[in-house]
């Protein structure tokens, strides 16, 4: 059974470009929540899909995006990069939207850094 | 707006030692409460589990306590070995979100051999 899956590992990005990571959840589950990073933090909620539809959102810019497909995979856009957007993006899964689920699976991240 | 507090925020210990580590959360409606191992670079493994209604669980060497009237827990590592060493995350999970988690900034733990 393959757990959370992330690609690209590391990307390099200079400021002003657009990048898009992409997360495959644990089989059998049906919501991705995205958590960025930065080096010694702890990671910061960005936003959950469910059902194709963002469904909660942290405190992030509209430079950050998402989506999610009908296979549950979902999708991390991040428009006009800044320095300060380097980081690690971690992925979670989840099952439902019930408060009684047990715990989110993250996968290995993706490794951003902008020059 | 809840905050998670994690402290030390780094601790280097000779192998064999029992050591705690402590997390404090502002609001104490939780829904429950998560510790995650990370080593460098890498995901989040997850530790332990605690329910709100729950006071402790346990796990090999590992056993973490809930106060949640108080806004504490604590994760204690009986033993300690150089395989530890890694960064330790504590997560909360309140009532008023999904299962979107809340997270410390980790204590960074070095077991020497």
Redesign the interface.
Known sequence: DAG?TQSPTHLIKTRGQQVTLRCSPKSGHD?V?W?QQAL??????IF?Y?EEEE??R?NFPDRFSGHQFPNYSSELNVNALLLGDSA?Y?C?S?FG?R?F?????????T?LLVL | KQEVTQIPAALSVPEGENLVLNCSFTDSAIYNLQWFRQDPGKGLTSLLLIQSSQREQTSGRLNASLDKSSGRSTLYIAASQPGDSATYLCAVRDWSGYSTLTFGKGTMLLVSP
């Open positions: 959370v919501t929540s958590y010694g933090q702890g990671p910061q909620f959950q469910y469904r909660q942290g690690l971690l979670a989840s939207d408060p689920q047990e715990t989110q699976y993250f996968g290995p991240g490794r």
